[in-house]
């Protein structure tokens, strides 16, 4: 939708707000379900358990720290495209008998493929020996990862990997 000059945008703060809560919702509570999951049927799962052991002191509270950071940047990210769709330097649509159903489905599939194919290259490249040690390292860092290391990104890496 493109605004003309004289409508207005929601206010900023509300855009901000309700992005974050958003990015926010979305990692909690998926986080938080399976971790509620996992701490349910702990000895169901043991067994497919790959390391033993169990994380170390303090680390499911970086994982949340290092993915609250992921979490900003993911909202700031959306916010700037949210507001640049609004002000017209993005095509968006609402009305999908604009185009018909064969586009929507056809869009939707290659949005699809192209997210998994630049995840896939991204993923890769910073695996890289130069990138995975300044930058991917922090997201591997734990040895007995919890759901909640799933956003523990370095910020740059939040920016690249921004969905």
């Known amino acids: 939708m493109h605004l003309s000059p004289a409508d207005s945008l929601p206010p ?8 974050l809560t958003i990015d926010f919702l979305r ?3 998926a986080a938080g379900l399976i971790w ?8 169901t799962l043991a067994a497919r358990q790959i390391l033993g052991g169990t994380p ?5 509270r970086r994982e949340f720290i290092n993915s609250l950071s992921t979490v900003t940047i ?3 990210t959306g916010t700037l495209v949210f ?3 609004m002000v017209g330097w993005f095509k968006t ?14 869009s939707v599939a290659l949005v699809i493929v192209a997210h998994d194919a ?15 040690a300044s930058v991917h390292g922090r997201h591997h860092h734990s040895l007995h990862p919890t759901p909640w290391a799933a956003y523990a990104f370095h910020p740059l890496e939040a920016v690249v990997q921004f969905k």
């Open 12 to 19: 900023l703060q509300s855009v901000i707000l309700a992005i």
């Open 27 to 29: 990692y909690f509570l």
């Open 36 to 43: 509620l999951i996992v701490t349910v049927f702990r000895r």
């Open 56 to 60: 170390r002191a303090g680390q499911m």
């Open 74 to 76: 993911f909202a700031a």
């Open 83 to 85: 507001l640049g769709s």
């Open 93 to 106: 649509y609402d009305d999908v008998a604009l185009y018909g159903r064969g586009w929507w489905w056809a």
């Open 118 to 132: 630049y995840f896939y290259w991204t993923h890769r490249w910073l695996h890289h020996p130069r990138w995975f």
